[in-house]
């Protein structure tokens, strides 16, 4: 299973809502999780089975969808926030997304 | 607390082999599956393959069958990836990754391998 996300690069403000998308090349049963990496550090897991937050994981970060397609949802965006996101499916063996680099704007 | 600490950054020869190494803490080792990525410089992450301790059983990326070769040392807690005839391509940071219910929960500080001349 192929993993498209989109943008590859999204520019954000603090306080912005959002909107990161994740498309399976075939249905991925809603075995999709998210992870943020930040510079210099190891992928963090923050949400799993498409919706359910990790422990420890802000509530300002929540997950959706079905199917193919997926979202990434950050309610309000923190400066910590800034990070590339990858999402990833476990459906089908292990695929990572090809990444969404959140930058400010 | 759940810890995987991996063994140093290597620089290597084109064409030799380099084994890395995951020890594992607070948590029972043979419990859980053990994944390792690959992410080379700038890019994003690939799954390379995974072990499961308790009976020694492994499964690969297709890409990479013949160059990595996972095993692991219940006795010392700790998981092995051997990656063999190097390339440039080889020059990466790895990471291994505990897997929970299939998802990779918990990860190494990374290693970072450079094939160079």
């Known amino acids: 299973i192929q993993l498209t996300q989109s943008p590859s690069l999204l520019s954000a403000s603090v306080g912005d809502r959002v909107t990161l998308s994740c498309k399976g090349s075939?249905?991925?049963?809603?075995?999709l999780a998210w992870y943020q990496q930040k510079l210099g550090e190891a992928p963090k897991l923050l949400i799993y089975?498409?919706?359910s937050l990790q422990t420890g994981i802000p509530s300002r970060f929540s997950g959706s969808g079905s199917g193919t397609d997926y979202t990434l949802t950050i309610s309000s965006l923190h400066s910590e926030d800034l990070a590339t996101y990858y999402c990833y499916q476990y459906n089908n063996g292990w695929t990572f997304g090809g990444g969404t680099k959140l930058e400010l704007k | 607390e759940v810890k995987l600490q991996q063994s140093g950054d290597e620089l290597v020869r084109p064409g030799a082999s380099v084994k890395m190494s995951c020890k594992a803490s607070g948590y029972t080792f043979t419990d859980y599956a053990m994944h390792w990525v690959k992410q080379s410089p700038g890019q994003g992450l690939e799954w390379i393959g995974t072990i499961i301790p308790l009976i020694d059983t492994t499964s690969y990326n297709q890409k990479f069958k013949g160059k990595a070769t996972l095993t692991a040392d219940k006795s010392s807690n700790t998981a092995y990836m051997e990656l063999s005839r190097l390339t440039s391509e080889d020059s990466a940071v790895y990471y291994c990754a505990r897997e929970q219910l299939y998802v990779m929960d918990a990860w190494g500080q990374g290693a970072s391998v450079t094939v160079s001349s």
């Open positions: 075939q249905n991925i049963n809603n075995y």
């Open positions: 089975k498409t919706n």
